[in-house]
């Protein structure tokens, strides 16, 4: 189940996330991580399987260049495969497809994670080595919004 984000939710968001840390994350995007959940809470997802909290993404529109950007999407390692992503994926897509501003959508990912966004259709655009942390390249991707 894909939900809005609760206050509550952020420790175990933020347990989940130190699962992925350093392996698709810097260990300095936890700090990060807090502070956007403190500020975007209106725009943030919680995914949940059975009741227990195994995930997260977000989403936003950049009104500065139109765009609609899904954001700080992660998952509990021991959920990988189970087509949680692509849910979340397609569920932002969705809503920021109904925004009358949303031109086109931006990612940014990593080197390690650029191949699942070209699954829906998202382009390359950029690539800045080490731009995350040492050894986590910054894949800025693209696709317009038909």
């Not at 954001?71 to 949680?84: A, M, R």
């Not at 920021?96 to 080197?111: A, G, W």
């Not at 050894?135 to 317009?144: A, I, P, S, T, V």
Request: net charge negative; hydrophobic share 30%; glycine share 6%.
């Amino acid at each position: 189940m894909i939900r809005p984000f609760k206050p509550d939710d952020k420790e175990s968001l933020l347990r989940i996330f130190r699962l992925n840390v350093p392996e698709f994350f810097d260990k300095k995007e936890i700090k990060d991580f807090a502070e956007y959940l403190n500020q975007n809470t209106e725009t943030y997802l919680t995914v949940e399987v059975d009741n227990t909290i195994v995930g997260g993404t977000g989403y936003y529109v950049n009104e500065d260049d139109n765009s609609g950007r899904i954001t700080w999407i992660f998952f509990d390692p021991s959920y990988s495969g189970q087509g949680l992503g692509k849910q979340s994926v397609e569920h932002c897509l969705n809503i920021l497809s109904k925004d009358n501003r949303v031109e086109k959508f931006i990612v940014t990912t990593s080197q390690l994670a650029y191949k699942f966004f070209e699954k829906f259709d998202y382009k390359i655009n950029r690539i800045e080595k080490n731009y995350w942390g040492k050894d986590l390249d910054l894949y800025e991707m693209e696709k317009f919004n038909k």
